[in-house]
């Protein structure tokens, strides 16, 4: 097997999602000197997102296009990906954890009849091996892996490992591959999406995330003019969703998106396991609760006791003067 890394980019809308760039610079810390080959599967043009992935740390792009990978579907990118897998023969390969990485990835592996290490939020490596450090138990517990034979299999939590700086003195060769996916069962002729506003949560830097404390639809306003204030999304927790304040799309948990922002702001969430395992690993987490007692208050940096509906007004009115 060659020292090469394929890495996995996943486009959305004719752009590359930011975990794809995570995943070069994963696949850098699984093996600094082997050769970084992105793929793209899309029906885009994706030459520029391909160079970008040049100018974050890859040694060369291979892109497919075809009709049928305008939209996922895990026959028609399996294909294709099989195909690039066959030609290059890597000793690894490394895509995000989204929900298309979570349903192509165990398919590939199952395929290729070897192993995978799936949400992994840390690589380190101690000279001899390669340790792959994963949450268990809903974030209780993180362990570590390691893989100690055929093809390093990854995926990565978006969110967790830094890209790497973009350099655009880099150069590589982008090369698109004829692929016949026309084989498949399903194809999908359109999406239709619910309109959605603003930044996409799972790949946020700030979340302010309302529960069942925020009482209303109406309530979720506020919770909207404090994420335009700091550049961020709106989540929720499943009380909130339940008690149809809010869209499920919204919903942050077990059950729900898994996220890691810089900032998570908690507010009238009572902290039930179900949500953390969904917002624990956030960088800082502030709560915003009436009840002291609340559980929230044991994973957050910081804790604001109070009612909701007169600290958010407050903090909107003192960022604004930042
Ligand atoms: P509550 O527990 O009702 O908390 C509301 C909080 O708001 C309270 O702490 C209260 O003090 C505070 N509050 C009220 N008014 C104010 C005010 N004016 N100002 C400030 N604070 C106020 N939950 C998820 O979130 N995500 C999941 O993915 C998920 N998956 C689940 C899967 C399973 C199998 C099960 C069984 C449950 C799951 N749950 C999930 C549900 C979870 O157990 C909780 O029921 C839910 O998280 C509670 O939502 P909440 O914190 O908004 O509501």
Do not use: W
């Not at 975990?19 to 043009?45: H, L, M, P, R, T």
């Not at 077990?254 to 009572?270: C, E, F, H, N, R």
Request: overall charge negative; charged content about 25%.
């Amino acid at each position: 097997m060659s020292d090469k890394i394929l890495v996995i980019g996943e486009a959305r809308d004719g752009e590359l999602r930011n975990v794809s760039y995570e995943a070069i610079a994963a696949a850098k810390k699984i093996k600094a000197d082997s050769e970084i080959v992105g793929v793209i599967c899309s029906n885009d043009d994706i030459e520029s997102q391909a160079q970008e992935m040049i100018y974050y740390g890859a040694d060369r792009v291979v892109t497919i296009k075809h009709e049928n990978l305008k939209t996922y579907t895990p026959e028609g990118f399996g294909q294709a990906l099989m195909r690039v897998i066959n030609d290059e023969s890597p000793s690894g390969i490394v895509m995000g954890h989204t929900s298309i990485g979570k349903d192509l990835t165990p398919k590939i592996a199952s395929k290729l009849e070897t192993g995978l290490v799936s949400d992994a939020v840390e690589i380190e490596s101690d000279g001899d091996n390669v340790q792959f450090i994963r949450p268990i138990y809903s974030g209780k517990a993180f362990e570590k892996k390691i893989i100690t034979s055929g093809l390093t299999f990854v995926t990565i939590r978006p969110n967790n490992i830094p890209m790497l700086k973009r350099d655009e003195s880099r150069s590589g060769d982008v090369n698109s591959k004829d692929v016949d996916v026309t084989d498949i069962r399903t194809i999908i002729k359109d999406v239709i999406r619910k309109a959605s506003e603003g930044v996409d949560l799972s790949e946020a830097n700030v979340i302010i995330a309302g529960g069942r404390g925020v009482k209303s639809a109406d309530g979720f306003k506020p919770l909207y003019e404090l994420a335009d204030v700091l550049g961020g999304a709106v989540g929720a927790s499943r009380g909130a969703c339940d008690a149809d304040y809010c869209d499920y799309s919204l919903q942050i948990g077990q059950t729900g998106k898994v996220v890691t922002p810089d900032l998570y702001i908690a507010v009238g969430i009572s902290g039930a396991i179900q949500h953390l395992a969904g917002m624990s690993n956030s960088k800082v987490i502030v709560a915003i609760n009436k009840d002291a007692e609340a559980n929230i208050f044991n994973v957050a940096d910081y804790g604001i006791v109070g009612d909701l509906f007169e600290i958010i007004p407050l903090l909107i009115e003192e960022i604004k003067k930042i």
